[in-house]
C-alpha cells in the first residue's frame, strides 16, 4: 500500500508545524523545504488554503485519499457538524487510539504495532489499523507483547489523564474508549471546516 516513507522533517516544514511531534530540524528551520522555502512566497489561494488544510489532516493522522475521502462521506451521513465528525472518526481509528493511549511514540508506531498482531480489542487480536473503536471498547497490549522495549518506553512517564475519553488500565495494560471526544478535546491544530468547503466545491 503506498504510503508516505520520506522525511518526516520536509512535511514539518512545509506546514510550519511539528505535526509528527518534537522535530529538532523544524526548530533550526522554520520556512518550507526547497530551493526558495526560505523566500517570500507568494499569496495563497483560497483553494490552496484549503487543499493544504486537508493534506495536514491526511499526514497527521497518516490516511490516504481514497481512505480519506471514504471517511468524509460517512461523516457526510453521520449526524452532527460534519467538520468535527470527521475528526472524531480520525480520532477513533485503531492506530490513533493506540497512539493516545502511550502505548507507541506515534501513530506510524503504533499503526506498526497493530500490523504486527501486537495489539487486542476486547480481548480479540485485530490487525486493522483503520478499524474504528467504539466507545466501550477496551484496546490493550497482546500478552507476549507487554515486555517489548517500544511499548514499555513509550508507556513510561505518559500521562494517561490528558485525554478524557480514554481510561487506562495499568495493571491490563489496556485502555477504555469511553465515549467519542469532543472537538475541544482533540488537540491537533486542525481547521476542520477548511476540508468540509473543499469537498463541498
Request: glycine fraction near 8%.
Given at each position: 500500500?503506498?504510503?508516505?516513507?520520506?522525511?518526516?522533517?520536509k512535511?514539518?516544514?512545509?506546514f510550519?508545524?511539528?505535526?509528527f511531534?518534537?522535530?529538532?530540524?523544524?526548530?533550526?528551520?522554520n520556512?518550507?523545504?526547497?530551493?526558495?522555502?526560505?523566500?517570500k512566497r507568494?499569496?495563497?489561494s483560497e483553494?490552496g488554503?484549503?487543499?493544504?488544510?486537508?493534506q495536514?489532516?491526511?499526514?497527521?493522522?497518516?490516511?490516504?485519499?481514497?481512505?480519506?475521502r471514504?471517511?468524509?462521506?460517512?461523516?457526510?451521513?453521520?449526524?452532527?457538524v460534519?467538520?468535527?465528525?470527521?475528526?472524531q472518526l480520525?480520532?477513533?481509528?485503531?492506530?490513533?487510539?493506540?497512539?493516545?493511549l502511550?502505548?507507541?511514540?506515534t501513530?506510524?508506531?503504533?499503526?506498526?504495532l497493530?500490523l504486527?498482531?501486537?495489539?487486542v480489542?476486547?480481548?480479540?487480536?485485530?490487525?486493522?489499523?483503520?478499524?474504528?473503536?467504539?466507545?466501550?471498547?477496551?484496546?490493550?497490549?497482546?500478552e507476549?507483547?507487554?515486555?517489548?522495549?517500544?511499548?514499555?518506553?513509550?508507556?513510561?512517564?505518559?500521562?494517561?489523564?490528558?485525554?478524557?475519553?480514554?481510561?487506562?488500565?495499568e495493571?491490563?495494560?489496556?485502555?477504555?474508549?469511553?465515549?467519542?471526544?469532543?472537538?475541544?478535546?482533540i488537540?491537533?491544530?486542525?481547521?476542520?471546516?477548511?476540508?468540509?468547503?473543499?469537498?463541498?466545491?
Open positions: 500500500m503506498a504510503r508516505y516513507t520520506g522525511p518526516k522533517s512535511i514539518a516544514r512545509k510550519g508545524e511539528p505535526i511531534g518534537e522535530d529538532k530540524v523544524l526548530a533550526k528551520r520556512y518550507p523545504p526547497g530551493q526558495h522555502g526560505a523566500n507568494r499569496k495563497t483553494y488554503v484549503q487543499l493544504r488544510e486537508k495536514k489532516a491526511k499526514y497527521t493522522y497518516g490516511v490516504l485519499e481514497k481512505q480519506f471514504n471517511l468524509f462521506e460517512k461523516a457526510s451521513r453521520t449526524k452532527g460534519k467538520g468535527e465528525v470527521l475528526l480520525l480520532e477513533q481509528r485503531l492506530d490513533n487510539v493506540v497512539y493516545r502511550g502505548i507507541a511514540p501513530r506510524a508506531a503504533a499503526r506498526q497493530v504486527h498482531r501486537h495489539i480489542v476486547n480481548g480479540a487480536v485485530l490487525n486493522i489499523a483503520s478499524y474504528s473503536v467504539k466507545p466501550g471498547d477496551v484496546v490493550g497490549v497482546r507476549k507483547s507487554k515486555s517489548l522495549e517500544v511499548i514499555a518506553d513509550a508507556l513510561a512517564g505518559f500521562n494517561h489523564s490528558k485525554y478524557p475519553w480514554l481510561e487506562w488500565d495493571s491490563a495494560k489496556a485502555g477504555k474508549l469511553l465515549h467519542v471526544p469532543a472537538r475541544e478535546d488537540p491537533e491544530n486542525i481547521k476542520e471546516q477548511l476540508i468540509v468547503e473543499l469537498y463541498s466545491k
